[in-house]
């Protein structure tokens, strides 16, 4: 089992940029694959990037292409998610997950375990 918990959201001016964390605590956290998720009120959750467990490859959302980056170190036991050109539409809460298959997978019931999320708020 593993643990997670995310940082790093807070109000942000549109056009800003912001660097989420999740730390792992728990098991071997190169053993699983990290995604980040987004959510708000009324919405889905919705899938925002994953990175394998090396950290070599990742894939992200269309919407985000070009704006988030993705990247893990695993001797930290943490995942990073750096959003860049922030918009008013990036709003939400962002969930970090982690599962055991294959890092492809871009469905949040594929994943076992969630941190708490951290609210990004961006202002126009």
């Known amino acids: 089992q593993v643990q997670l918990v995310e940082s790093g959201g807070r109000l942000v001016l549109a056009g800003g940029s912001l660097r989420l964390s999740c730390a792992a605590s728990?098991?071997?956290?190169?053993?699983?694959?990290v995604a980040w998720f987004r959510q708000t009120p009324g919405k889905e959750r919705e899938f925002v990037a994953t990175?394998?467990?090396?950290?070599?490859?990742?894939l992200a959302a269309e919407f985000v292409k070009g704006r988030f980056t993705l990247s893990r170190d695993n001797a930290k036991n943490t995942a990073y998610l750096q959003m860049n050109s922030l918009k008013p539409e990036d709003t939400a809460v962002y969930y970090c997950?982690?599962?055991?298959?294959?890092?492809?997978?871009?469905?949040?019931?594929?994943?076992?375990?969630w941190g708490q999320g951290t609210q990004v708020t961006v202002s126009s």
């Open positions: 997950a982690a599962g055991t298959q294959a890092w492809t997978i871009r469905s949040s019931g594929d994943y076992d375990y």
């Open positions: 728990g098991r071997t956290f190169s053993s699983y694959t």
């Open positions: 990175i394998s467990r090396s950290g070599s490859s990742t």
